[in-house]
């Protein structure tokens, strides 16, 4: 990459860092430090600007580069990421958004905890939010050092390795300074960021083909070298038997998974009641909707304009092809126009990743102070030291993160995202639905639902082909690879409500039908809510 680009894309990523650093420490200076402040933003935030904030959230690294990347690379195949991390939302708006903002206050557990025995929920709910948080902060720190790597000529791994420690430093700052009441602020300067950039090269890519979007498709078809097999299905999930079931595996865990996700349920709590969060659904649903179906024309116009083999070689994953797609539509690598687009999409790439990683560090240090610390530490301290242990939680998680990050750098990061899914899916959507919606839940199911979706998720994608046995594996060079799928969803999913539903009814304990009723009455009024 020339010095053009690399000065251009530093000077824009240093402006939205000092920007987002700004933000941070004005409101540093304005808190008064008490839990809900820090967790939920004083819950002063309007139906639209948190509309925004979970839109910033949700729409990740993954979601700019990985998903056109594999739309790119596998055509229709790819698009199933698009489908379905939209078509999530609809889960979240009819099922969870108003309940959990009436039944909880800060996290995942306080729903669960409101009706059962509180210390062994909210550790199985604290460890399950922490497995997920990490998971998907991986995915966006491998997003950092792609981009990183392109930006500057090569696949230099000490300026990967260098960008993720930035990255993870800056993420905890934003956290540990600002809490929630920054981190949505910088969601909402992302979010309208990245919602422009995304439009900007939508439109210049339908200018390409003169607005005719069958020609894009017929282009894109040809220079991919499958001709007709690009367009339809079966080209990344068709081989075999084993790739249908991953396919159909992927589905449901992105479908799921997203009313499992900690960062995302704990947006509902920064609104001041549950109509403002479903109303902060319907307009995330909308903004969340153009964007995905505006990667679609991206991941198809990578493959037309810039080629699957000019993307493959720059990242084998595809995780380069937007920048590499504003490169050329720019004018080329040497004009200005290039230049210019370039730097623009790998700012808003990189500000997109940073504020996503601090709101899925918020949320995990939040389950670590408010879940874990508040039940095995703690019984009679001050709200401000469960704050001060999340600060520091953020930090222990920061570190984590870098490490696995590093780990996992040539991985697609729509591929990772997947994966949290996947365990968010397992793990948290069953014992939040029994919660919600059965009568009979007792302590012992809910416990047993967390565990019971979380430890076989791990443990199936430790033992699939994303760890070992592949060349494009973690570990190549070994193989202990026993579970054939990818993504574990297609197993795991059901064994966690399977297990939710086993230990209700070997439970010994009888459900409290008074709490129940008092939880139903809250999560449908309001009445009662924090």
């Excluded at 999930?237 to 992927?250: P, Q």
């Excluded at 039908?513 to 449908?524: M, N």
Aim: neutral net charge.
């Amino acid at each position: 990459m020339t010095g053009n680009h690399q000065t251009l894309a530093l000077l824009l990523f240093s402006a939205f860092v000092a920007v987002t650093l700004a933000i941070t420490t004005w409101v540093s200076r304005n808190r008064h430090g008490s839990a809900e402040e820090f967790y939920a933003g004083g819950r002063l935030f309007s139906p639209m600007e948190n509309g925004f904030a979970i839109a910033g959230d949700y729409m990740s690294a993954a979601s700019f580069l990985g998903i056109s990347g594999l739309i790119a690379l596998f055509g229709y195949d790819g698009m199933l990421y698009s489908v379905g991390f939209l078509v999530a939302w609809l889960v979240v708006l009819f099922l969870v958004a108003e309940l959990v903002r009436n039944c909880g206050r800060f996290t995942l557990a306080d729903v669960v905890a409101a009706r059962m025995r509180e210390r062994p929920v909210r550790i199985a709910a604290g460890i399950s939010s922490v497995a997920v948080s990490v998971l998907y902060l991986v995915a966006q720190m491998v997003g950092a050092g792609s981009l990183v790597a392109l930006l500057l000529g090569g696949t230099s791994e000490a300026a990967q390795t260098w960008t993720v420690i930035g990255v993870g430093a800056l993420m905890v700052i934003y956290v540990s300074l600002g809490g929630m009441r920054a981190t949505t602020w910088i969601q909402i300067v992302k979010a309208v960021l990245l919602l422009s950039g995304t439009i900007v090269l939508t439109v210049l890519v339908l200018v390409r083909f003169h607005g005719n979007f069958d020609q894009l498709l017929l282009t894109a078809a040809e220079r991919s070298g499958h001709g007709e097999k690009f367009l339809a299905p079966g080209l990344k999930y068709g081989d075999d038997w084993t790739a249908r079931f991953d396919f159909m595996s992927l589905g449901l865990a992105l479908v799921l998974g997203t009313a499992g996700l900690p960062h995302i349920l704990s947006r509902f709590y920064t609104v001041p009641t549950a109509r403002a969060a479903r109303r902060s659904v319907v307009w995330s649903i909308g903004l969340i909707g153009g964007f995905y179906l505006m990667t679609i024309v991206l991941g198809f116009g990578a493959a037309a304009i810039v080629g699957p083999e000019a993307v493959r070689g720059s990242n084998a994953a595809g995780n380069t092809a937007v920048p590499l797609l504003a490169l050329d539509l720019g004018g080329g690598t040497d004009s200005t126009g290039g230049t210019v687009l370039f730097a623009i999409v790998a700012a808003i790439a990189f500000a997109t990743i940073l504020a996503v990683v601090a709101g899925i560090t918020l949320a995990s240090s939040a389950s670590v102070a408010h879940d874990l610390y508040a039940s095995l530490r703690r019984r009679n301290a001050k709200p401000r030291s469960e704050v001060a242990v999340a600060r520091l939680a953020a930090v222990g998680i920061g570190v984590v993160a870098i490490g696995l990050g590093l780990l996992a750098r040539d991985l697609n990061v729509a591929f990772l995202v997947g994966l949290a899914f996947a365990v968010a899916a397992s793990a948290n959507l069953p014992v939040l639905l029994y919660s919600l919606f059965w009568r009979g839940f007792t302590t012992r199911g809910a416990v047993w639902a967390v565990y019971g979706g979380l430890i076989p998720a791990v443990v199936l994608v430790l033992l699939s082909p994303v760890v070992s046995g592949s060349p494009a594996s973690l570990f190549p060079g070994v193989d202990f690879q026993f579970f054939p799928l990818q993504n574990p969803g297609l197993v795991s999913i059901p064994l966690g409500f399977l297990a939710g539903w086993l230990g209700t009814v070997t439970s010994a304990e009888v459900a409290d039908e008074a709490k129940h009723a008092e939880t139903e009455v809250r999560s449908l009024t309001g009445a009662g809510a924090a």
